[in-house]
């Protein structure tokens, strides 16, 4: 009985149930064929190599209904009548077809194997990357994509290599089993006494592996998140001297992979040697009882060494299909966590009968916006107007709720109460596609891909005109420093853009920013981690973009934002304050508090820069 699993597994070989059942057909062709060389072992035994034997006549066998006795003989012409040609030509056309046979029925099961899962492996992606932004949150990424590679893996073996398995092992396993009756049926139903005893523990093997391979891949996913934690993060891992530590790291959770594996290829490896130790009992009984009937001259040496040859190929397929079985329970275990990705709820996509939003001209419209994230409240009466080309500051220290604020406007979280208008329109109620294609974003870290300068620029976009893409990065300054890479712009930048520095990653993500040219901005801390050189060529490209847009900047630098239209405190998830810089210095409240801190600490720093100045004056003098 196939579990829920394997049923929903299998199920995506449905699309390729032609080539399946084509595949199935030459792999039952590949059975015949193997009976038939059994069959063949009955002339060669009694009439090629017995010099005794006169009659030209090969007989195989004799139909168990018609009584009609099937002749070698009959399948070639009359010249062709020696016993030696006849057996060597059938032996050669029966291996001819079993080859062609078994090379086209397995590559067709096994294609359509690699293609079911090769659909599950996009499935799984596409439903990993349509995830709400919290479920990133909250799920490692080295198990993320361990899901997608390693589990996903396990069960393309069972369904391409292991499923041709199957279906060449069945048919052989009737195969064979036809031929022992036909040869003697006494003998094959006392041969197949002792089978229960090994099938029971097989299936007891079976479930164990099951739970022991889920374990696995957890725990394998463990170790994909250690490795990727510290490649990614390797600068810091060396900066504080942690590689020891991480390597400590790294064998313990390899270690507890090791131990989780063991305990299922223990499980697995019991069946094959279970299935040997009935051989030698079988094999003895089947001789004391065929000795008799040899001598009698009821059965020939020919017949018994045929049946012989049927019950070891026999046990084979028996022995395959436990091995089969074992390897399904692997894939159940392995893909019990696929399942469960694949059966999340997508990120809340379109409100039916959302329409396309207007392209934005008039005022953007916080409206009494709350938001709770996991039954835990982060802003509360957020209301507040921006009109079209003001600059909105958002102030305030680290949890106040700044990013949170402006990752409502592009939809990345859903309000929880009240709601954001864009000329009067909730976001909610237009499609997501078209309210993310008015809002551009620049934040602290920006993610570059493994790709080209030029694909970097243009990512999301399609067919843009060569100038647009000069006139961006020119717009964004970073037309200097991407003429001097040594291939320009179809430079590849490295993972998140390694190869370049934070400066210059940042005017790409402002290049592409400018490319989308989009009539909202969201700026949040896009130049906190840069040197004052290239804050300072940030700023300039920052003030390009900002031309003609309504931007909404996150910044703890005050200075940076005292142009601002209107600038909104936060705190406790809340708007304290609101007004410009001027009205709120004025005010003397949690603003002006924040900018006598920020500018009394430059205050401080400048004597201590100084220092080094005034203690190398003395040698200059000299």
Request: hydrophobic fraction near 50%; include cysteine.
């Amino acid at each position: 009985m196939l579990s829920p699993q394997l049923k929903r597994l299998l199920g995506y070989i449905r699309p390729y149930l032609l080539r399946m059942v084509t595949g199935v057909i030459f792999l039952a062709i590949v059975a015949l064929a193997e009976g038939a060389i059994v069959f063949l072992i009955v002339p060669i035994i009694d009439r090629v190599l017995n010099p005794a034997a006169i009659d030209s006549a090969l007989s195989l066998f004799t139909l168990p209904i018609t009584h009609k006795t099937i002749y070698l003989n009959h399948f070639f012409p009359p010249r062709i009548h020696n016993v030696w040609t006849v057996v060597s030509l059938s032996l050669l056309v029966v291996f001819l077809v079993k080859a062609i046979a078994e090379f086209v029925g397995n590559g067709l099961i096994q294609s359509v194997g690699h293609y079911a899962v090769t659909d599950l492996r996009n499935e799984i992606y596409a439903k990993l990357i349509r995830q709400p932004i919290a479920f990133f949150q909250h799920q490692p990424a080295g198990r993320l994509m361990s899901v997608v590679i390693n589990d996903v893996e396990r069960a393309r073996l069972a369904v391409s290599e292991y499923l041709a398995d199957l279906f060449r092992q069945s048919f052989a396993l009737v195969v064979f089993t036809a031929v022992l009756l036909r040869i003697d049926w006494a003998m094959a139903l006392g041969s197949g006494v002792f089978l229960p005893l090994v099938l029971w523990p097989v299936g007891k093997l079976g479930r164990r592996i099951r739970r022991s391979v889920q374990d696995s891949q957890t725990r394998l996913g463990e170790l994909s998140q250690i490795l990727q934690e510290t490649v990614s993060g390797n600068r810091v891992v060396k900066a504080f001297g942690m590689e020891e530590f991480e390597i400590r790291k790294f064998r313990a959770a390899a270690q507890r992979l090791l131990r989780e594996t063991m305990r299922w290829v223990r499980a697995y490896v019991a069946s094959s040697p279970l299935m040997d130790l009935l051989q030698p009992v079988v094999i003895s009984l089947l001789l004391l009882y065929a000795r008799d009937k040899i001598r009698l001259q009821q059965m020939t040496l020919g017949m018994f060494f045929a049946f012989v040859v049927a019950l070891f190929k026999s046990y084979e397929p028996v022995k395959r299909m436990g091995s089969v079985y074992q390897q399904f329970q692997q894939a159940e275990g392995a893909t019990i966590q696929v399942f469960k990705f694949l059966d999340l709820a997508e990120e809340e996509q379109d409100a039916a009968g959302a329409t396309a939003l207007p392209e934005f001209s008039r005022e953007i419209h916080f409206e009494n916006v709350s938001f709770s994230y996991d039954s835990t409240p982060v802003l509360g009466g957020i209301d507040f107007r921006a009109g079209n080309g003001d600059v909105i500051a958002l102030v305030g220290s680290s949890g106040a709720g700044k990013t949170t604020l402006v990752n409502l406007l592009p939809r990345l979280y859903e309000v929880s109460s009240g709601a954001i208008r864009i000329d009067g329109v909730d976001i909610r109620s237009v499609t997501l596609r078209s309210l993310r294609a008015q809002i551009a974003m620049v934040t602290q870290e920006n993610i570059l891909f493994h790709d080209t300068v030029w694909n970097n620029i243009c990512y999301g976009l399609t067919s843009v005109p060569e100038e647009k893409v000069l006139a961006a990065a020119k717009a964004a300054l970073a037309e200097d420093f991407i003429l001097a890479l040594p291939n320009a712009y179809n430079t590849v930048i490295g993972e998140r853009g390694t190869r370049l520095s934070g400066g210059q990653r940042q005017r790409i993500a402002i290049a592409r920013a400018i490319l989308k040219d989009s009539p909202i901005l969201i700026l949040d801390e896009a130049t906190s981690e840069l040197d004052a050189e290239s804050e300072l060529y940030v700023q300039k490209a920052l003030a390009n973009l900002m031309v003609g847009r309504t931007t909404f900047v996150i910044a703890h630098r005050l200075a940076t934002i005292r142009r601002a239209d209107k600038i909104l405190v936060l705190e406790g998830g809340r708007i304290r304050e609101s007004g410009t810089h001027t009205e709120l210095i004025a005010r003397g409240g949690t603003y002006a508090r924040l900018h006598d801190l920020q500018f009394a600490d430059d205050d401080m720093l400048a004597p201590a820069q100084a220092a080094p100045a005034n203690l190398e004056s003395p040698q200059n003098s000299s």
